[in-house]
Nanobody, 121 residues
């Protein structure tokens, strides 16, 4: 397993945008990748996923039309562009390896630290 580092979170007004990044130093991403989030007092939930080639993506209903996911295998970096942010998007965001992008499950159980996204009203 590789240790993934998520970054780019912060405090944003409702309606604003953020771009999150996820990187693994020293190696390439070898699988489908995804983003998950966990809000205070709630279970961790699936957000978005992308295949190795970037040719197929999948999103949770709550973020469809607002978020986009992309990756650069050359840079070993995964991205999540978040637009039209809502207060309910407030959570700690994590990246993870996946097998099936539509399974909404991570391949491993090592979530790392994540990055905090806070959307104010």
């Amino acid at each position: 397993q590789v240790q993934l580092v998520a970054s780019g979170g912060g405090l944003v007004q409702a309606g604003g945008s953020l771009r999150l990044s996820c990187a693994a130093a020293g190696r390439t991403f070898l699988s489908s990748m995804g983003w998950f989030r966990q809000a205070p007092g709630k279970e961790r939930e699936f957000v978005a996923a992308i295949t190795w080639s970037g040719g197929d993506t999948y999103f949770a209903d709550s973020v469809k039309g607002r978020f986009t996911i992309s990756r650069s295998n050359a840079k070993n970096t995964l991205y999540l562009q978040m637009n039209s942010l809502k207060p309910e998007d407030t959570a700690v965001y994590y990246c993870a390896a996946m097998r099936d992008i539509r399974a909404q499950k991570s391949l491993y159980d090592d979530w790392g630290q994540g990055t905090q996204v806070t959307v104010s009203s």
